[in-house]
């Protein structure tokens, strides 16, 4: 598996930070508007707070964690993992499921080393299933969790906005005398709100639809490599493994017709209804 900067994180980011700040320069605003420290540590204090109460905190630092990966992209090629199988299948065919043990010790991703190391000590195909199966639904539930800490803070921050805003009027309903500072004052004061909400939909509520995103991803990979394991396990054809594990692929392998494969079938079909008669 390989690591890298998502792409399309940074690209979004970017462009919806682009698109408002460049509506409201051509609008005739100015940056210095909406840079309020007080307004962001505002909803950001008031926000992770609340998030905080609401979520258990090992759930809670779990999520952070994982909103810093989702800067992150893993890059994880399916027909990579059917050919290392279909290799591993090959070998055990051959030589007995025993002579993957080095295999599996080496193996690189964690569940596919389990899961070799079940098989190749005797563990029955249905026991491994069943182990496998709950490790993944483990996991799932384990970033479903830290997907709904997200939308808990994406649901918190434009509240807190509003509290912040509420404050800021507070402050300027004190200087009612000046109409010049109250305007200003008042403007101000809506900054926090633009923040709670900008925060929201611009990075937590993103952030949540994306580690879910990448959880089913996950999945499927857990999936196709328990599939293949239990095959090696039950002793498949590699053939018929493979068949099993391309229906996981996105695209399907094209397979390429052999020549004079259309006389075959021609032929074939002529005897099929002579056989019949």
């Known amino acids: 598996m390989k690591q890298s900067l998502d792409k399309g994180t940074l690209l979004g980011v970017c462009l919806a930070l682009g698109g408002i700040c460049g509506g409201l320069l051509l609008e005739g605003g100015s940056l210095r508007e909406i840079a309020q420290p007080t307004a962001a540590m505002i909803v950001l204090?008031?926000?992770?707070?609340?998030?905080m109460v609401g979520q258990p905190f090992r759930v809670f630092l779990a999520a952070c964690r994982e909103l810093i990966r989702v800067l992150?992209?893993?890059h994880t090629d399916p027909q990579a993992a059917i050919r290392q199988i279909i290799d591993f299948a090959t070998k055990a065919r051959k030589n007995g499921i025993v002579?993957?043990?080095?295999?599996?010790?080496?193996?690189?991703?964690?569940?596919?080393?389990?899961a070799l190391t079940l098989a190749v000590d005797g563990t029955e195909p249905q026991e491994i299933r069943r182990m496998m199966e709950l490790e993944i639904m483990l996991?799932?539930?384990?970033?479903?969790?830290?997907?709904?800490?997200?939308?808990?803070?994406?649901?918190?921050?434009?509240?807190?906005?509003?509290?912040?805003a509420v404050?800021?009027?507070?402050?300027?309903?004190?200087?009612?005398?000046?109409?010049?500072?109250?305007g200003r004052g008042i403007a101000v004061a809506f900054?926090?709100?633009?923040?709670?909400?900008?925060?929201?939909?611009?990075?937590?509520?993103?952030?949540a639809a994306k580690i879910k995103a990448k959880a089913q991803s996950h999945m499927k990979i857990a999936q196709l490599t328990l599939e293949g394991v239990i095959g090696i396990a039950e002793g498949l054809n590699p053939k018929l493994i493979q068949g099993k594990?391309?229906?996981?692929?996105?695209?399907?392998?094209?397979?390429?017709?052999?020549?004079?494969?259309?006389?075959?079938?021609?032929?074939?079909?002529?005897?099929?209804p002579a056989a019949r008669s």
């Open 167 to 182: 404050m800021g009027l507070i402050q300027v309903m004190k200087h009612l005398e000046n109409i010049e500072e109250v």
């Open 191 to 207: 900054v926090a709100t633009i923040y709670g909400v900008g925060l929201a939909n611009l990075l937590l509520l993103p952030a």
């Open 139 to 164: 996991v799932e539930d384990r970033r479903a969790a830290e997907s709904k800490v997200l939308e808990a803070a994406g649901g918190y921050a434009p509240t807190i906005g509003i509290i912040g």
């Open 245 to 272: 594990l391309e229906a996981y692929l996105d695209e399907k392998p094209t397979a390429v017709p052999a020549k004079n494969a259309a006389p075959k079938v021609a032929a074939a079909a002529a005897a099929e």
């Open 45 to 51: 204090g008031g926000t992770i707070g609340a998030t």
């Open 99 to 114: 002579s993957l043990e080095k295999e599996a010790l080496a193996a690189p991703d964690p569940f596919l080393r389990k």
């Open 72 to 74: 992150f992209e893993t």
